[in-house]
């Protein structure tokens, strides 16, 4: 099992930028999936993005074109670079590197 601290969150207006990163306590030589996921006051927990460990990677439709996940490295293995972000992306997001979860960072997306 890994430790997983996200950060990078915090108060965005509209349309702006926000750039996510998950660091981990040890670093990731082998995995199948990492993700990230949200959930959002009232709301189901839902997928944002996800590549696996042959670079396919997925997005939620309401994210498609604005968010883009990218790998790192060592004890940094993924971020979320969000653009043009809205208010009904305000949520906290969560890491998963397989089936290990972070504690979740907020992002709020307010004028």
């Known amino acids: 099992q890994v430790e997983i601290v996200e950060s990078g969150g915090g108060l965005v207006q509209p349309g702006g930028s926000l750039r996510l990163s998950c660091s981990t306590s040890r670093t990731i030589d082998n995995f199948y999936v990492m993700s990230w996921y949200r959930q959002a006051p009232g709301k189901e927990r839902e997928l944002v993005a996800a590549i696996t460990s042959s670079g396919d990677v997925y997005y939620g439709k309401s994210v498609e074109g604005r968010f883009t996940i990218s790998r790192g490295h060592g004890n940094v293995p993924i971020s979320l670079q969000m653009n043009a972000v809205q208010p009904e992306d305000t949520a906290v997001y969560y890491c998963?590197?397989?089936?290990?979860w972070g504690q979740g960072t907020q992002v709020t997306v307010s004028s």
């Open positions: 998963v590197l397989d089936t290990d």
